[in-house]
């Protein structure tokens, strides 16, 4: 791949450092369930520990955009490197040493919660960095096609992330092996970036786009958009307000779903938390998978509007959610929460191009970092409010989502009519 300097090497380069964070943080999302019940935490608390990473994340990751739009992208990655592996070797060390019972559980969750905290602070600084340096060095469909592949290393990610996480549990590490072997992997990363990507002298200005939070069954990027007129774009502005209230329940009910679905698992097989995690793993990459073929394949084969994407996705993402807490048995689970990340394979790009296509190219910026706003403020509190319903009842966290998803998809029908495209 050619363009300003841009070789295939480099994008290669480029694309690892995304999907290293991608995979990195939803491997560690994947094991934390089987390690909170290890420690004896309350699952609450694991919870919150990845919501307090998303908000960290949330309010960081303008500045990093905004440092991205000018000189010292390379810097920007490698800052946000540094803030990734710094994270997995303090999160890894602790749960190390808390899993060995060297160190009490309240502790490891204190520590635990500085660990991800510094990853929500500074790993948000990459991304931005990474879209903005391909930016400048393609143009046209070049750059179109580029920044697509990198969005697309968040979702591939949340496969990858899962899969190996299990390979890497071993003696005397156990449960935190992983976390400890992607912090090595993201120095390997890190040195490439320094030795083999050239200086940041780029031939054009490109904008770093804000990112979400990267999460299990999320695409987690936002592509280059073009510069922005200097009306400013409301929140209340009627083209886009029922697009954001769509993106808002969807996207709650979508965060409340990942933050029980390892724990549902686990009681499920009444297994040990280490002996489920296999199956926890495979459960997450039904998912993901499902999800990448509805973005990837369907979306594309189907040519669906967005409302319809929204309506069918809810649906789907309904009737998976239900299936899922009620199934007794790993096949069940795994079926029922594949079917519901089918669901919101739809939903959110839907959602996305929606809120996208209802506003003018020169506010298309502003719609982009309202979305990506969206689809972050989800995983603030929705993974602690299932959490707390998964405490009352097990089943009530699938049966109030299920409800949700399966009302918005009757409103979505009954009465959402989108204004028509924008110019």
């Known amino acids: 791949m050619n363009g300003y300097g841009l070789s ?73 490197l540094y803030g990734f592996i710094v994270s997995m070797l303090i999160c890894g060390g602790i749960l190390a040493a808390g899993l060995a019972g060297a160190v009490p559980p309240m502790v490891v969750f204190i520590v635990f919660m500085l660990g991800r905290t510094f990853y929500g602070a500074f790993g948000s600084a990459s991304p931005p960095a990474v879209q903005a340096y391909v930016a400048a060095r393609t143009e046209g469909e070049q750059r179109t096609n580029a920044l697509s592949a990198m969005a697309s290393s968040f979702g591939l990610g949340t496969i990858i992330g899962p899969a190996i996480a299990p390979l890497f549990i071993f003696y005397p590490l156990g449960l935190s092996g992983p976390l400890v072997v992607f912090a090595a992997i993201g120095v390997a990363v890190l040195l490439a970036v320094i030795f083999r990507l050239p200086d940041d002298t780029p031939r054009a200005e490109a904008r770093g786009q804000v990112m979400s939070y990267p999460s299990i ?149 502003a719609v982009a970092g309202m979305v990506t706003s969206v689809n972050g403020v989800a995983f603030i509190a929705a993974p602690a409010l299932g959490i707390l319903l998964y405490g009352i009842a097990l089943p009530l966290p699938f049966l109030v989502t299920g409800a949700l998803m399966l009302g918005l998809a009757g409103w979505t029908w009954l009465f959402f009519r989108p204004s028509p495209p924008a110019a």
Do not use: K
Not at 325 to 339: C, S, V
């Open 8 to 80: 295939r090497g480099r994008f290669a380069l480029l694309f690892a450092v995304m999907l290293v964070a991608a995979s990195g943080n939803t491997a560690m999302q994947s094991l934390m369930p089987s390690i909170g019940r290890e420690l004896g935490i309350a699952d609450i608390w694991v919870a919150i520990a990845f919501s307090l990473s998303a908000v960290v994340w949330v309010c960081t990751a303008p500045h990093w955009a905004r440092r991205a739009d000018r000189r010292g992208r390379r810097a920007l990655m490698r800052l946000g």
């Open 217 to 365: 069954g999320g695409t987690g990027a936002a592509l280059e958009r073009p510069t922005p007129g200097p009306m400013p774009l409301r929140w209340r502005d009627r083209r886009i307000l029922s697009w954001h209230m769509i993106g808002v329940v969807g996207g709650h009910g979508h965060a409340a779903l990942l933050g029980v679905i390892g724990f549902l698992v686990i009681d499920r097989l009444a297994l040990p938390a280490a002996d489920a995690q296999q199956w926890i793993a495979i459960v997450l990459i039904a998912g993901a998978a499902a999800s990448l073929l509805a973005q990837w394949w369907l979306i594309p084969q189907l040519g669906l509007d967005p409302r319809q994407l929204v309506m069918w996705g809810a649906l789907l993402a309904a009737g998976g959610v239900l299936l899922t807490g009620l199934a007794d048995g790993i096949y069940g689970i795994t079926l029922g929460f594949a079917l519901a990340s089918l669901g919101y394979g739809f939903f959110r790009p839907g959602f996305t191009s929606g809120a996208s296509l209802a506003v003018r190219p020169d506010e298309q910026n």
